[in-house]
């Protein structure tokens, strides 16, 4: 198959729009009627955008974002999960497969369950360096792990305190619990090395940003 094409953030946000503006063109029936006015504006498909970029990261697909809306009572679930599969739909006619960058990731990590591109990928590299791991997300650490999983030399750099893009699905129980989800050979937790001089920020710099921290409502 040819390579696929990248889906750009705005691409992808003109897509949305785009599939939006056909199903109200159609009465929109598969949505609520008080949001079906708001199916016009750019700020509804922006969010819808991110809503199903943070489901798709935690391994949600269509069928389970309609089951829990519908458990939870959230009838816009049920329309966004109902819209995520005519979204994953949109270009099984398209000669040329084109992903946004979930999908991408989710494709790889796929392709890491066949057996023989898991050996072949995991062969060719002696070791995995990841950087400012704090800013990983679901899906990117399940490909890293079919990637460089099982005690393989993986070096993973991070800071919990500079974690500050969980809007864009970013999860920092990621690296909290690396050595947990990425154990060594043996079976044993990672190991830690804590680095204790900073060259990004001062001590007192440090510490304010922790105090305004210490009152954010946050896990």
Known sequence: EPPPGLLTAPEQLLEIRRLLLGELEDGAP???????ELLKTRGFAEELRDLLARAA???LGPADLVGLGTE???PEWVAAGRFFQRYLDRF????VRTLDYTELIQAAAGLLTREDVWRRER???DAVFVDEYQDTDPAQETLLRRLAGGGRDLIAV???DQSIYGFRGADVTGILRFPERFRTRDGRPAPVLALRTSRRSGAALLAASRRVAARLPAP
């Open 57 to 59: 990261e935690r391994g």
């Open 123 to 125: 062969a060719a590299y």
């Open 158 to 160: 991070g800071d919990p």
């Open 92 to 95: 099984d006619v398209d000669p």
């Open 72 to 74: 939870l009572g959230r």
């Open 30 to 36: 598969h949505w609520p009627e008080e949001l079906r």
